[in-house]
């Protein structure tokens, strides 16, 4: 028999097990009873020692009943043996049948050397899974013996204690048992690596039984070389969907404390590089299906594509990918918590997504897609499958954002103490300007001390927090980038292509056009994974929660820690949140947790103090969701908004906050964040509360100021609107001429783009300025007073004059227009309005004001302007004959105001003393202030209109405000003096 000498210091370590097992658990006696059932029920045995030596006595019967048990039970599991092995004369001769241990190690031993009589047909290669064979059919057929024969049971538990024993051995002496044909398995190549350690088929209990039953030594032995083969083997992997066949097994090892111990101890556990290619866990969190990282992944699940349309293919494709990721997901996470069971060492653990982290923290510095400096560093796939895992990580406590026992465990300066993992030094901050930000920080350190220990809690937080910064949001960048700014800007011209080919082919079918489908549906299928959305927006809602926490309950504003805090997890934020605005709002509605994202961006965007930008957002995102769900009764993103206190209070004044602080921004920016403003008050104007507290801000002078840059801002839209009218008309006519079709085709490529988007800017104006037209519409119906203030008043009639007067005077067919989405009639109409409810000619007492207003304004009223602004309005039937007779009574009382302006100018003359006149408007002044800083005198109601635009002294550019400005009563006096004088001779002549 082979290897003598290796078997028997593995026989005496066995004994010796046995005899512990034994000692501890008791002995049980074999029945010699030959005439019971091989099958029945009782309970299970569980010594795996069998003594037979109080049987002896009895004569040889005892020793025919073992070895029929044996010849029963046990020989028939080890497949494949020669029909001699139960045979009587298989046995040792000298063996006298007392001693069970010993017959099953010879049967063992016999059969793991008789392996050149064994046929071909075994599927196993090798002893080890021989013996993992076995013990699968020892395990069944002690589970059909025990509940009624418990000794029989015991025998064949006593054979898988054994088969443990033996497989320990075959692992620590790959080359003592080996096939004749066929490598030697060296420990470099465990046949461990090569198990499906995590399926039925591998049996639940040997991989513990096995390392109880190994040393220390031995362990790292074995199971450093499956560690590595398994590495190996991850990194070899082509197929996304493979990565089970080793990902699997590795879970299934780490579910022993001792081997999770192992992995964690690993030199090369914690990554030295990022992509983390050499460290122990990288290659299985680096599995991937994103285009640029495993392009064959684009055939493999979208082979034939014909359009972004959802077919069947598509919706089948995209499930059975999201499954698998979701599935990859589970499994690592599943490893990463029976790695966190070892708490000992679980600091390392928690260092090993740290140091990942920390080696990417300059991937969300790069927006193109193909720079080469992107190569350093962790792919997309690896980055996302760790947020994932630390997003499950996460669940426990951010499934209850509203926990403040849970905040208290966050340490709110993790990110800015010394020492901190994560480099911060060239980050923005949220509210501390960079030349203030060591000082402030210092200054909060000295009075919130560090802990001993970080809370588990709070290391997992950061992680996600900075996890999901450098690796989710950097992958979302690529995914507009990549697939949507470039697919819409290449498809269009493949389009026009595919028209002007003198021998077309499918459009569909181009290959440059499948390739961008593929990308387009494959990215889809990834970042738009409602399943991953889903945990994302639950971590989300509770960084929300938590920020306002901090942002509500800081004791000093000046000295408060979210001030110190990157600007990058509130720029992440919403990226996250306009990503699914953009693409699925249903996964933001159903999220449970919309009150805090509503609460938490109504906080945003009022707060002076923060960045524009990502204010800007957020009621971008807040837009989109209400258009989304503008006529949707049951939207819980819309109940949110009119339940929540904070929302009811606050909502309308920062809507109109905002509005005013973004007067800086780019032109066409500042614009479309404004229209965003108007999508939102029109949706919070049909609930009361959020009227009333509207209504309640008109007295201040915020409101005013929102009035005037709402004027100012429809004068500009619809001058740009009627400017490229005219041109978008002038270019229709050019492409449509026969001279254009001779032009080259790039010159006829780049006329029609540069058509395109200058209809879409039209477009844009226009809608624009309609949108505050129907502010004022709203505004004007429930408040009139605010719009009669002096600096209003003037700017407000001009307004309204110099739109209607354009509109009146359409130079182009009516269907020109309505390709550009603008409606003549529905403007008219919204002026008509406007007039008639600021004249309040419906009330009893017009105001007076308003109509002097209208009517002394010189640059665009005219004696039938509101003449004609009738008869329009009287051709479309759909409208009120009241309002019709509304805007006549209004001509009449416009008519008799210009009357008296025209007489009240004569009786003043054209020589007005200069010190009279206002520097500004040069026009007579009623109420003249000084200006403290020029010393200029102007009339209190131009400074206060100028003011409203810009805060500056208009003479010398010094901040000015309206009640810094000086009255000057003697001069006042000395012009009413004059115009009564002057009235008084013009009734006498």
Request: net charge negative; proline share 6%.
């Amino acid at each position: 028999m082979r290897a003598t000498v290796e078997l028997r210091e593995l026989q005496e370590h066995e004994q010796q097990t046995v005899n512990d097992t034994s000692a501890a658990s008791g002995s049980l006696v074999i029945s010699l009873d030959m005439s019971a059932a091989d099958e029945g029920e009782g309970v299970e045995a569980v010594a795996p020692k069998v003594d037979v030596s109080e049987t002896t006595e009895q004569g040889p019967g005892s020793v025919t009943a073992l070895l029929a048990t044996i010849r029963r039970h046990v020989i028939p599991l080890f497949r494949g043996l020669p029909d001699e092995f139960s045979s009587p004369t298989f046995f040792d001769p000298e063996l006298d049948g007392s001693d069970c241990d010993t017959l099953i190690e010879n049967i063992i031993v016999a059969a793991l050397t008789a392996w050149t009589d064994i046929p071909s047909k075994l599927r196993q290669r090798d002893a080890f899974a021989y013996l993992v064979d076995v013990y699968n059919q020892a395990a069944v057929e002690h589970s059909r013996l025990f509940t009624k024969h418990k000794e029989k049971a015991a025998v064949v538990q006593s054979l898988q204690q054994h088969l443990i024993t033996y497989a320990r051995f075959v692992l620590l002496n790959p080359d003592v048992f080996v096939l004749p044909v066929g490598p030697v398995t060296a420990p470099k190549d465990c046949v461990l690596a090569r198990f499906d350690l995590g399926s039925d088929a591998f049996p639940r209990d040997v991989l513990p039984r096995l390392t109880d039953a190994m040393s220390p030594t031995e362990r790292k032995q074995v199971f450093e070389g499956v560690l590595g083969q398994l590495n190996t083997n991850m990194r070899g992997q082509d197929q996304f969907d493979s990565f089970y066949k080793c990902v699997s097994p590795l879970v299934q090892l780490c579910q022993s404390r001792s081997i999770a111990t192992l992995v964690i101890e690993h030199p090369s556990f914690v990554p030295k590089e990022p992509t983390c290619a050499t460290s122990l866990l990288g290659p299985f969190f680096a599995p991937s299906v994103f285009p640029l990282e495993r392009s064959n992944a684009l055939k493999v699940y979208f082979p034939n594509v014909d359009g972004l349309h959802q077919t069947p293919h598509t919706l089948s494709s995209t499930a059975s990918l999201r499954a698998s990721v979701a599935s990859l997901h589970q499994f690592l996470d599943k490893l990463v918590r029976s790695l966190l069971q070892v708490k000992e060492q679980r600091p390392r653990v928690l260092d090993f997504f740290k140091r990942t982290i920390a080696l990417n923290d300059k991937r969300s510095q790069f927006q193109h897609v193909h720079s080469p400096l992107w190569a350093p560093f962790a792919e997309d796939g690896l980055m996302t499958n760790m947020f994932a895992v630390l997003l499950r990580l996460c669940e426990p406590f951010a499934k209850d954002p509203h926990n403040v026992d849970t905040f208290a465990k966050i340490d709110e300066g993790y990110l800015i103490r010394p020492g901190c993992w994560f480099d911060l030094s060239d980050e923005t901050r949220l509210a501390t300007p960079a030349d203030n930000v060591e000082a402030a920080t210092a200054s909060w350190l000295q009075e919130h001390p560090e802990a001993d220990e970080q809370h588990f809690v709070s290391n997992v937080f950061y992680m996600t927090l900075t996890s999901l910064h450098v690796g989710f949001v950097a992958t979302l960048r690529k995914f507009h980038i990549r697939v949507h700014e470039r697919y819409a800007g290449i498809v269009p011209q493949l389009q026009r292509a595919h028209r002007s080919s003198p021998q077309p082919m499918a459009f569909w079918s181009n290959p440059q056009t499948q390739q961008l489908t593929r990308v387009v549906l494959l990215y889809n299928a990834l970042v738009l994974d409602s399943g991953l959305l889903d945990r994302v927006l639950v971590f989300l809602a509770f960084t929300c929660s938590w920020l306002l926490h901090m942002m509500e309950n800081a004791v000093d504003n000046q000295q408060a820690a979210y001030k110190l805090l990157p600007e990058f997890i509130f720029e992440d934020l919403t990226e996250v949140l306009l990503h699914i605005a953009r693409h699925d709002r249903g996964i933001l509605d159903r999220c449970a947790y919309i009150s805090t994202f509503v609460r938490f961006a109504v906080k945003i965007i009022g707060d002076h103090d923060l960045n524009p930008h990502f204010r800007s957002n957020f009621v971008e995102i807040l837009a989109r969701f209400s258009t989304d769900f503008g006529h949707t009764e049951d939207s819980r993103f819309l109940r949110s908004f009119d339940t929540e206190p904070v929302s009811l209070q606050q909502f309308c004044p920062s809507l109109v906050r905002f509005y005013i602080d973004i007067e800086e921004d780019d032109v066409y920016a500042r614009y479309q964040r404004r229209y965003n403003v108007a999508v939102l008050l029109k949706i919070l104007w049909r609930v009361k509360g959020h009227r009333e507290s509207f209504l309640q801000s008109t007295q201040s002078s915020e409101f005013s100021r929102f009035i005037m840059l709402l004027i100012n801002d429809t004068t500009y839209l619809m001058d740009e609107a009627w400017e490229l009218f005219s041109t978008v008309h002038n270019g229709q006519a050019t492409v449509a001429s026969p001279e254009f079709a001779q032009r080259p085709q790039q010159e006829q490529q780049s006329a029609r783009s540069q058509l395109s988007q200058q209809t879409g800017t039209a477009k844009f104006y226009v809608s624009t300025a309609m949108a505050n037209l129907e502010m004022f519409v709203r505004l004007s119906k429930d408040i009139v007073e605010p719009f009669l203030a002096p600096e209003l008043i003037d700017r407000l009639a001009a307004m309204l004059n110099y739109t209607l007067a354009k509109v009146l005077t359409l130079p182009f067919p009516m269907a020109f227009y309505e390709g550009l989405e603008f409606r003549p009639i529905e403007l008219a109409k919204q002026l008509a309005e406007i007039y008639v409810q600021l004249s309040c000619v419906l009330a009893t007492a017009p105001q007076q004001a308003f109509v002097d207003a209208v009517a002394h304004e010189e640059r665009s009223f005219e004696d039938d302007l509101l003449e004609r602004l009738a008869f329009v309005l009287q051709q479309d039937r759909a409208l009120s004959s009241e309002l019709v007779g509304a805007v006549r009574s209004l001509v009449s009382l416009c008519s008799a105001s210009l009357q008296q302006h025209k007489a009240t100018s004569v009786n003043l003359g054209d020589d007005i003393p200069e010190e009279f006149l206002d520097p500004i408007l040069w026009t007579l002044m009623r109420d003249p202030v000084m200006l403290p800083a020029s010393r200029q005198v102007v009339d209190r109601a131009t400074i206060a209109t100028h003011l409203l635009s810009d805060p500056m002294d208009p003479f010398n550019r010094a901040p000015l405000t309206i009640d810094q400005v000086v009255p000057v009563p003697d001069l006042r006096q000395r012009i009413e003096e004059w115009i009564a004088e002057r009235t008084a001779a013009a009734a006498e002549s």
